[in-house]
T-cell receptor
Framework: SQQGEEDPQALSIQEGENATMNCSYK?????LQWYRQNSGRGLVHLIL?????REKHSGRLRVTLDTSKKSSSLLITASRAADTASYFC?????????FGKGTKLTVNP | DAGITQSPRHKVTETGTPVTLRCHQT?????MYWYRQDPGHGLRLIHY???????DKGEVSDGYSVSRSKTEDFLLTLESATSSQTSVYFC?????????????FGDGTRLSIL
């Protein structure tokens, strides 16, 4: 069963615009992680935010976590064509890391 | 990039044949995982290992077995492949327990069962 669920399923934007992806989950978590997957490649870890954190930054990435709403968002600022990929959230608890189905982001030059 | 190698990268085989996929790591991480990725289902855990000879089932373990005789190698076996096992298989590793730290992924094995 999937824990995290990303929204939207697909997103198409122009280079330079910001991209926002959301993740909702159902049960309590220890942390929430975001991964990127380029076509034909494995997942690459982007950022981990713990349940006692509200916001985290890494370069052009900004992740927020609202445990009261059981939701997280990933913001990519000033997007580039190279950001074209699928993005997955994954919820970590005491046992498994459970992945959502992903958001497919297309950044048009 | 984490040192994870999956082999083979592509395989086509027939229903009923045995198939073994290999994951090799050079990071000396304790935990290793096998996932399958299918359209509409995302990434699902098949089996994982928390040490040499220590393995446990994931969400979709039926029809699969695993073995880990060395820290660096984790094998996934389909004893008698079925068409429903056509998928892309990913190996991942992590230093500590399942959900508490990032996982690092190999580039996958695309398996087609005809």
């Amino acid at each position: 069963s999937q824990q995290g669920e990303e929204d939207p399923q697909a997103l198409s934007i122009q280079e330079g615009e910001n991209a926002t992806m959301n993740c909702s989950y159902k049960t309590s978590i220890n942390n929430l992680q975001w991964y990127r997957q380029n076509s034909g490649r494995g997942l690459v870890h982007l950022i981990l935010i713990r349940s006692n954190e509200r916001e985290k930054h890494s370069g052009r990435l900004r992740v927020t976590l609202d445990t009261s709403k059981k939701s997280s968002s990933l913001l990519i600022t000033a997007s580039r064509a190279a950001d074209t990929a699928s993005y997955f959230c994954a919820t970590g608890g005491s046992e498994k890391l459970v992945f959502g189905k992903g958001t497919k982001l297309t950044v048009n030059p | 990039d984490a040192g994870i190698t999956q082999s083979p990268r592509h395989k086509v085989t027939e229903t009923g044949t045995p198939v073994t996929l290999r994951c090799h790591q050079t990071e000396n991480h304790r935990y290793m995982y096998w996932y399958r990725q299918d359209p509409g289902h995302g990434l699902r855990l098949i089996h994982y290992s928390y040490g040499v000879k220590d393995t446990d089932k994931g969400e979709v373990s039926d029809g699969y077995s695993v073995s880990r005789s060395k820290t660096e190698d984790f094998l996934l076996t389909l004893e008698s492949a079925t068409s429903s096992q056509t998928s892309v298989y990913f190996c991942a590793i992590s230093d500590t327990g399942q959900g508490t730290q990032p996982q690092h992924f190999g580039d996958g094995t695309r398996l087609s069962i005809l």
